[in-house]
């Protein structure tokens, strides 16, 4: 249990990071490698955005799909939390995430170099949408090593955005992870 | 688009007047909130100890429904949105509905997230860096 849990005359100050991208690459790892409480799910109950159909007849159950999301806290300071929601970076699942980075510092593109393209939508997603991000390749035992160079050329990620090789399994590599996001989000908000 | 002859459905604020009556279910299709319900967003219970009587025999306006007593006894400690989905076993959209009937209600207070609903100011960034780095 933490003070601020408790004291409502000091309500702290909540920040959040989204880890995001394609599906086992990491994510609830990552959130829970870094979380000081166990990783938490919660879901969205979203429906798919069926194109051509406006069949109301049909039954809701078709159309209608849940997508989890992990959820990690770490306490930064007495008054000052840090949420992490690891989501799926799935194309159709964008304008949940419109609701999701409202507010947030930035957002961490996992990426495996076994299936690279499954990064491709959370990329494009966060070069439109402006919000800071970083790219974290989160190396598997068993796959090859690829140097972050060449990951941003795969990704065609411009030269000012960090690219790193990581491990979510491990504490120090997540923390540096968040550290480059977060340094990044700074250097990208004006004084 | 129905097909001729397939019964069609009355679409939702199509006639909308303004709802005397709720929450005639979990959610009652509603997907506007007055409150600023973010994932992080904190909320905690409004305590009124000599209010249960009173809610009991409550009208149909106030009722509370299982879930809406469950979630408050929740928020006995801070707790954020996304917190109460996944304790509750929710989906976020409903618990935003039903967080949003309860500040409406004064069961429950919504403190929000301490900073803007921009992204955060430098500051605030700074901040995030040290602790971060105390880790």
């Not at chain 1, 990491?26 to 938490?40: A, Q």
């Not at chain 1, 159950?61 to 306490?75: C, L, P």
């Not at chain 2, 430098?122 to 995030?128: F, M, T």
Request: net charge negative.
């Amino acid at each position: 249990m933490r003070p601020w849990q408790e004291d409502r005359t000091r309500v702290p100050i909540a920040t959040k990071i989204v880890i995001a991208g394609g599906f086992g690459v990491g994510k609830t790892t990552m959130v829970g490698t870094i979380s000081e409480i166990e990783p938490l799910q919660t879901e969205a109950l979203m429906t798919e955005a069926s194109e051509g159909t406006d069949d109301l007849t049909a039954t809701p159950e078709k159309h209608t799909t849940t997508v989890a999301m992990d959820y990690g806290r770490v306490t930064l300071d007495d008054d000052l939390v840090l949420y992490l929601f690891g989501t799926p970076g799935q194309q159709r699942f964008w304008f949940m995430w419109d609701d999701l980075v409202r507010g947030a510092i930035g957002a961490v593109v996992l990426a495996d170099t076994r299936r690279l393209k499954d990064c491709f939508p959370a990329l494009d997603y966060f070069e439109s949408s402006g919000l800071p991000y970083v790219v974290a390749v989160n190396h598997f035992d068993g796959s090859s090593e690829f140097d972050a160079e060449d990951v941003r050329d795969a990704l065609t990620v411009p030269a000012h955005i960090p690219v790193m090789i990581m491990d979510a399994r491990r504490r120090l590599p997540v923390i540096e992870t968040l550290l480059a996001l977060v340094g990044h989000a700074l250097d990208a908000t004006p004084e | 688009m129905s097909t001729p002859g397939t019964p069609r459905l009355p679409v939702r604020g199509g006639d909308r007047k303004p709802a005397r009556v709720r929450p005639y279910s979990l959610t009652g299709g509603r997907t506007r909130f007055g409150h600023v319900l973010l994932v992080e967003t904190f909320v905690a219970a409004i305590e009124a100890p000599e209010e249960r009587k009173e809610l009991e025999n409550g009208s149909l306006s106030t009722r509370v429904v299982p879930e809406l007593r469950a979630i408050v006894e929740l928020c006995r400690r801070m707790r954020t949105v996304a917190e109460i989905s996944a304790l509750m076993r929710m989906p976020l959209g409903v618990v935003r509905v039903l967080l949003s009937d309860l500040a409406d209600q004064g069961k429950i207070r919504v403190y929000g997230t301490g900073h803007g609903p921009r992204q955060p100011d430098r500051a605030l960034l700074e901040r995030v860096l040290s602790g971060l780095r105390r880790l």
